[in-house]
């Protein structure tokens, strides 16, 4: 999927939202995403699974690994393009990042890690540092938009189907909070409850 088409099909489903918005990364920022409008279409998912699948065709891999919640469905998709399993991470009871429900990486195993927005890659470095854990091989990570402006910083080769540069500001330079704004928190992240 070329960049246009990519921008069309998230415009057609509202993905693309304009306000004031605290991003799981905890910076603000004018434009959120919501890349589960688009994936929550299955057309649409699996061809972006199999456009960013593409990205990676080169690679030996033998596992997609996701950060729940937003990476859980694109993850699945790109690791059904490729033809392997699809695992994801999850916070735990004290917050970290873990594999649970019995998922299992083999000593060695080599792991995509695939997100679906990525803003500072925290969460992408936490799935990172859990498949390191375990013993498995992170050999490179993707997502469906970047939108960093190039300031990610991963210790793998990165590769996104679409960047997109929109600035986001911590909250004590957000110059809608500075303009009397409150930030809502649309993502996932904010809406977990922990028992």
Same mark, same amino acid.
């Given at each position: 999927?070329?960049?246009?088409?990519?921008?069309?099909?998230? &415009?057609?489903?509202?993905?693309?939202? $304009?306000?004031?918005? &605290?991003?799981?990364?905890?910076?603000?920022?004018?434009?959120?995403?919501?890349?589960?409008?688009?994936?929550?279409?299955?057309?649409?998912?699996?061809?972006?699974?199999?456009?960013?699948?593409?990205?990676?065709?080169?690679?030996?891999?033998?596992?997609?690994?996701?950060?729940?919640?937003?990476?859980?469905?694109?993850?699945?998709?790109?690791?059904?393009?490729?033809?392997?399993?699809?695992?994801?991470?999850?916070?735990?009871?004290?917050?970290?990042?873990?594999?649970?429900?019995?998922?299992?990486?083999?000593?060695? &195993?080599?792991?995509?890690?695939?997100?679906?927005?990525?803003?500072?890659?925290?969460?992408?470095?936490?799935?990172?540092?859990?498949?390191? $854990?375990?013993?498995?091989?992170?050999?490179?990570?993707?997502?469906?938009?970047?939108?960093?402006?190039?300031?990610?910083?991963?210790?793998?080769?990165?590769?996104?189907?679409?960047?997109?540069?929109?600035?986001?500001?911590?909250?004590?330079?957000?110059?809608?909070?500075?303009?009397?704004?409150?930030?809502?928190?649309?993502?996932?992240?904010?809406?977990?409850?922990?028992?």
């Amino acid at each position: 999927m070329k960049r246009d088409e990519i921008l069309k099909v998230l &415009e057609q489903v509202g993905a693309i939202r $304009q306000g004031h918005f &605290e991003l799981s990364s905890g910076r603000h920022s004018a434009t959120y995403i919501q890349c589960a409008l688009v994936l929550a279409h299955p057309q649409h998912a699996e061809a972006l699974g199999r456009a960013l699948a593409d990205l990676f065709s080169n690679l030996s891999i033998a596992c997609v690994v996701s950060p729940a919640l937003g990476g859980i469905v694109i993850g699945y998709e790109v690791a059904r393009a490729l033809g392997v399993r699809s695992l994801f991470v999850e916070r735990d009871r004290s917050g970290q990042m873990a594999l649970r429900r019995g998922f299992e990486l083999k000593p060695g &195993e080599r792991v995509l890690v695939i997100e679906d927005v990525w803003t500072t890659g925290g969460s992408t470095r936490e799935t990172i540092g859990v498949v390191e $854990q375990e013993g498995a091989l992170a050999v490179a990570t993707g997502a469906l938009i970047d939108r960093s402006g190039g300031r990610l910083e991963l210790n793998v080769p990165a590769r996104a189907l679409l960047e997109i540069d929109v600035p986001s500001y911590e909250p004590a330079d957000c110059p809608l909070c500075r303009a009397g704004g409150t930030a809502t928190r649309p993502g996932s992240r904010f809406s977990r409850v922990h028992p």
